[in-house]
């Protein structure tokens, strides 16, 4: 591959950011060389600018997709944040199913905005489905998004290997797991119909407008805005609050933060706030 120039690289930066609203700053120029080495080894691409040309094309509307399959960073692991599952299950869930109780409906509605590989909305819809006494008197549905077709097809298999189900306790990894077996022992665990047929999976940019009206009761958007520089997120924020319940509740990762942001959720503890 030729040598990434700074301008070409300013250029790649600013249609992630216009697209994607994820900052790449100078620091990331090695990072964006190596994704790109591999779109223009699969492509067969000479170089940088060729490449960015063609994605710009008419001809290259499904390159570009694969090129933000690229630059998107996915790493994520079944629970991972273990207490927002344990408030999601000890604190959430009881206030949703009291005010449909109040309001006389059994509407259950979760957003995993930047689902990655799928980790993060089976881990939810596991703590609400054993939350539930008879999961199918609810009206529950999970919907998970990310802007990585990449990601979303392995969200959609749903089959991970034994050491990435370490996190998640016994007794939901025998509910919600079934082994796929190849010769005698079991290499690889599916999740089951029983927990699949609860979500949804959606490609998404969250830079664009929703396909959708909500509102939600729960959005996790963890370790997403972290890419992002404060005014995307500011501008974010605004945005995925207007789709969350009076009442509804917002995770972000625990790296992260809504200070010095204007928005209209109040902190509740540390990564969840709540819509008033």
């Given at each position: 591959?030729?040598?990434?120039?700074?301008?070409?690289?300013?250029?790649?930066?600013?249609?992630?950011?216009?697209?994607?609203?994820?900052?790449?700053?100078?620091?990331?120029?090695?990072?964006?060389?190596?994704?790109?080495?591999?779109?223009?080894?699969?492509?067969?691409?000479?170089?940088?600018?060729?490449?960015?040309?063609?994605?710009?094309?008419?001809?290259?509307?499904?390159?570009?997709?694969?090129?933000?399959?690229?630059?998107?960073?996915?790493?994520?692991?079944?629970?991972?944040?273990?207490?927002?599952?344990?408030f999601l299950?000890?604190?959430?869930?009881?206030?949703?199913?009291?005010?449909?109780?109040?309001?006389?409906?059994?509407?259950?509605?979760?957003?995993?905005?930047?689902?990655?590989?799928?980790?993060?909305?089976?881990?939810?819809?596991?703590?609400?489905?054993?939350?539930?006494?008879?999961?199918?008197?609810?009206?529950?549905?999970?919907?998970?998004?990310?802007?990585?077709?990449?990601?979303?097809?392995?969200?959609?298999?749903?089959?991970?290997?034994?050491?990435?189900?370490?996190?998640?306790?016994?007794?939901?990894?025998?509910?919600?797991?079934?082994?796929?077996?190849?010769?005698?022992?079991?290499?690889?665990?599916?999740?089951?119909?029983?927990?699949?047929?609860?979500?949804?999976?959606?490609?998404?940019?969250?830079?664009?407008?929703?396909?959708?009206?909500?509102?939600?009761?729960?959005i996790f958007?963890?370790?997403?805005?972290?890419?992002?520089?404060?005014?995307?997120?500011?501008?974010?924020?605004q945005k995925?609050?207007?789709?969350?319940?009076?009442?509804?509740?917002?995770?972000?990762?625990?790296?992260?933060?809504?200070?010095?942001?204007?928005?209209?959720?109040?902190?509740?503890?540390?990564?969840?706030?709540?819509?008033?």
């Amino acid at each position: 591959m030729q040598r990434l120039t700074d301008s070409l690289f300013q250029k790649f930066s600013a249609l992630v950011y216009q697209e994607a609203g994820i900052n790449l700053h100078d620091g990331k120029k090695s990072l964006l060389e190596a994704r790109l080495a591999k779109r223009l080894r699969a492509t067969g691409i000479d170089n940088p600018r060729e490449y960015l040309d063609f994605i710009l094309s008419e001809a290259g509307r499904e390159e570009y997709v694969k090129f933000f399959d690229a630059v998107s960073t996915n790493l994520t692991f079944f629970f991972r944040e273990p207490k927002h599952f344990e408030f999601l299950e000890k604190e959430a869930l009881p206030e949703i199913l009291e005010r449909n109780r109040r309001d006389g409906t059994r509407r259950i509605r979760i957003w995993s905005a930047g689902c990655s590989t799928g980790e993060e909305p089976y881990s939810i819809a596991m703590t609400v489905v054993a939350f539930l006494d008879v999961p199918t008197r609810w009206d529950f549905r999970l919907l998970a998004t990310d802007i990585s077709t990449r990601v979303l097809q392995s969200a959609v298999t749903g089959v991970y290997e034994p050491s990435k189900l370490v996190n998640v306790p016994v007794p939901l990894r025998q509910r919600f797991f079934e082994p796929i077996r190849n010769g005698a022992s079991p290499k690889t665990y599916r999740v089951r119909n029983e927990l699949r047929k609860y979500i949804v999976f959606r490609r998404l940019n969250l830079m664009e407008s929703f396909p959708f009206s909500g509102p939600f009761d729960v959005i996790f958007c963890r370790n997403v805005m972290i890419y992002f520089d404060k005014k995307t997120q500011e501008s974010l924020i605004q945005k995925l609050s207007a789709y969350l319940h009076h009442g509804g509740y917002f995770f972000v990762g625990h790296s992260e933060s809504l200070t010095g942001l204007h928005h209209p959720l109040k902190y509740i503890k540390p990564a969840v706030y709540k819509k008033f």
